[in-house]
Every structure is written in structure tokens, then in C-alpha cells.
């Protein structure tokens, strides 16, 4: 009898168990997924990006020093990280040897008015995707947290901390509520079987952006690493 009681025990632990493992939030967005292992191409079509350039292509040298010049110049008016997001923005979507990056044309939503999003996927050199980072509009966070709360369950620690933000360009500052959450738990690849963190952010940056949108909320998907 008393062997008879231990085992419904352990059968109920394990029930309990595997429920909790089954109400993991995912890792993906979109369907692709820290974890999944993908080639940039493989990467690119799931966001229906066709073309894309090469992000580690090197330019002859005068180009190149002429396009480096010009980088730092623009680089004194608005910040090192605004001159490279604005030569993006005009390269548009491109993929290097760790990374894909699709500054704009992917969505979320299912209104009338669908939000934009940037995607920044990077990976290892076995193609083992290691973190997702998306960007959007901060006017549009608290439609996009309730796209959050029905996929991954509102379940977030949450953070508000104040702050400035300043246009790099004039040097004015104003002040600013960051709201910072973290999900208290982790994701799960359904696939693979590896964890993940999910954070997003009302600000990614201290600065204005200089390209769209100006004033931006963040998110991202991480894989946690085994290796330890």
C-alpha cells in the first residue's frame, strides 16, 4: 500500500512536472527560434526577404576609405551608432558571418495598420541562432505588449527606472520613465529543448535615433547557454 501511494506521488510530480515544462513561453518570433539552427538564407526567406546584401563584402580601397571618412564626419554631427544605422537603413536588409539584419518591411499585428518592426538575428558559426532582437516604434508599446502577453503569457518582472534621453545632434536632453521587464520564466525551444531569457525595453539607447523610428522600444530573445 504504502509502495502503492509513492508511486501516485511520483506520478503526479512527474504530471506537474511536465505541465510546467509545457507552459514554458516560447523562444521564437515568427516561428524562427533561438536554438533552430539556419543558414542566412534559410533566415532571410522566413522574414520574406528575397534579396539582401552581404554585409562583410569589402569595397575597393578608395571607396572604402572615402565611405570611412565620410562615417566619422557624420559620425561628430550624430553619434558612431546613428552614422552606421543610417548607412544601413540605405543598404537595407543584409546578412555578415554571425548576423542578419532587416531594418524594416517585417510586421506584427493583424489590424489595419500592422507594426513595423526591425529584426537583428545572430547566430555562431554552426549556424545556432543565438539571440533575436527586435525594435518598433515606443509610441506603439503598449499595442505590441498585449501581442506579448498573448504569446508568452503576462507574466513579466517589471522595472521602472528614470532617465534622460538626448538628441545627440543638438545635446538637449529631456527627461524619461524607462520601463524595463523581464519574463520571470524562461522560454523553451518546444525543438531543441534549450532555454532562453525574453526582456524588451520602452528605450534601446540613451540617444535619439536619426533614422525611424526616432524614439525606440526593444526586445530581446536570447539562448542560455549550456556551456558552463
Known sequence: MGNKHGFLILIGFSMVAATAVSAAPPCDFKGLSVGDKAT???????????????????LPKEQREAAFN????????????NAAEEEQWKQGSACGNNFCIIPFGVTVGNGSFPISVGVFVSFDKSGIIQAIDLSW????WDDVMVLLNNKY???????EMQDVTTDYETKKSQPDTVTLIKHRTFGRN????????INASTRDMVWLHTTPPIYRASMEIRLISKNF
Not at 40 to 58: C, L, S, T, W
Not at 137 to 140: A, G, I, K, L, N
Open 40 to 58: 542566412p538564407q534559410q533566415i532571410m526567406k522566413h522574414f520574406g526577404v528575397e534579396k539582401f546584401a552581404n554585409a562583410d563584402a569589402e
Open 70 to 81: 565620410a562615417r566619422i564626419e557624420r559620425a561628430k554631427k550624430v553619434g558612431l551608432t
Open 137 to 140: 516604434d515606443r509610441t506603439q
Open 153 to 159: 503569457g503576462d507574466n513579466w518582472a517589471v522595472e
Open 190 to 197: 518546444s525543438k531543441t529543448g534549450d532555454n532562453c531569457s
